[in-house]
């Protein structure tokens, strides 16, 4: 069973707090408190194997137009913690740590790519916001140098 991490425990005064950031000090304080990724633990070896065949068995998949492509992230953590964690550090964390990350066309062509930190899919076609599997908002994650 994946673990809860403690801001899952508390949604609902974790996202007040992250609603209310507004400067890089506030968010490293912020990430400080809630992203204590030294208690979460990792997945045993076996499983992230076994997460791995299966991910280049299903190298991409056709949803809503796109080619998705599945993920790995070794923490074992709930898929709505994982959610919350990724859409956190790219759409608040990022943009207060960089305000150029805000302006800056976000498209494959550039080196961006859509995902979904529940379903941990993630795809360098453009097109709807939302998660063709669970409907959530999809984030961006810059992938090229």
Known sequence: MSFTPKFMRSL??????RRALRTAAEWYAFRMRWFD???W???PRDQIGKELTEGHQL????RDGRRWAPGIFTIDITPEARYHYFWTLNTIGQPLLDPRWSTIKKSPETGWRQ???YCFISTQDQGEPTCPR???ELYWQWVAE
């Open 12 to 17: 609902r005064s974790f996202d007040r707090e």
């Open 37 to 39: 990724r030294e208690k």
């Open 41 to 43: 633990p990792e997945k």
């Open 59 to 62: 190298v991409s998949e056709i």
């Open 115 to 117: 995902e979904c930190g």
């Open 134 to 136: 669970c409907g959530r």
